[in-house]
């Protein structure tokens, strides 16, 4: 539907841009903070990637993988909400003839965490895959040395490390290091 500029300014110095939306209100965000910032030539490749995730589909995926695995979820809640082992594992003594919803929404959320954990790995790689995908597209339908100092300028304003460590990447950074991105754009201007 267009392109919008938020005023981020107001409330941090943070800069960023993103896709949003699904339908026919699907548009691109930039952070005045990051006008500010770029080059023409660096907005242009900014855009370039923003709308890469549009091609590759990757907003319209991620809501769906979402929607399953919180129907999976609820799927779960529900089948444990009748197990007494359930209650009785997490040191509370239901009354297992009347309905103990709330009780074993509050114990589900309790326990949530410490499996997502082992998820959380899968749907970062995923995001990460994700976000090489849309620098790709981005070099193929700009200038990749625009998205390269692009992506430096962020990770500078960001004070974001350039070389964080591998296994915290894995679990956590939903996008790639820098340091990563620069090489993979640099070994595709080379290729």
């Keep these: 539907k267009g392109l919008f500029v938020m005023d981020g300014s107001r409330r941090s110095a943070h800069a960023n ?9 699907k548009r691109v965000v930039f ?40 129907l999976a979820a609820f799927a779960l809640l529900g089948w444990l909400s009748a197990q007494a082992w359930f209650y009785t594992g997490l040191g509370v003594q239901p009354h297992m003839a009347a309905p103990n919803d709330a009780l074993a929404l509050l114990l589900f959320m309790l326990v949530v965490p410490v499996f997502s954990f082992f998820v959380s790995p899968v749907m970062a790689r995923m995001s990460r895959r994700d976000e090489f995908e849309a620098d790709a597209f981005a070099a193929t339908h700009a200038d990749g040395a625009d998205l390269s100092r692009a992506l430096l300028k962020l990770h500078q ?7 964080p460590d591998p296994v915290y990447v894995g679990f956590y950074y939903s996008h790639p290091p820098a340091a990563q991105r620069l090489a993979r754009l640099q070994a595709a201007a080379v290729g």
């Design 31 to 70: 952070f005045d903070t990051l006008l500010r910032q770029l080059t023409p030539g660096e907005v242009e490749a900014v855009l370039a990637h923003e709308l890469g995730h549009f091609k590759h589909r990757h907003i319209t995926r991620r809501m769906g993988l979402m929607l399953v695995l919180s």
């Design 157 to 163: 304003d960001n004070a974001s490390t350039l070389t």
């Design 17 to 25: 841009a993103y896709f949003t939306g699904f339908g026919r209100s």
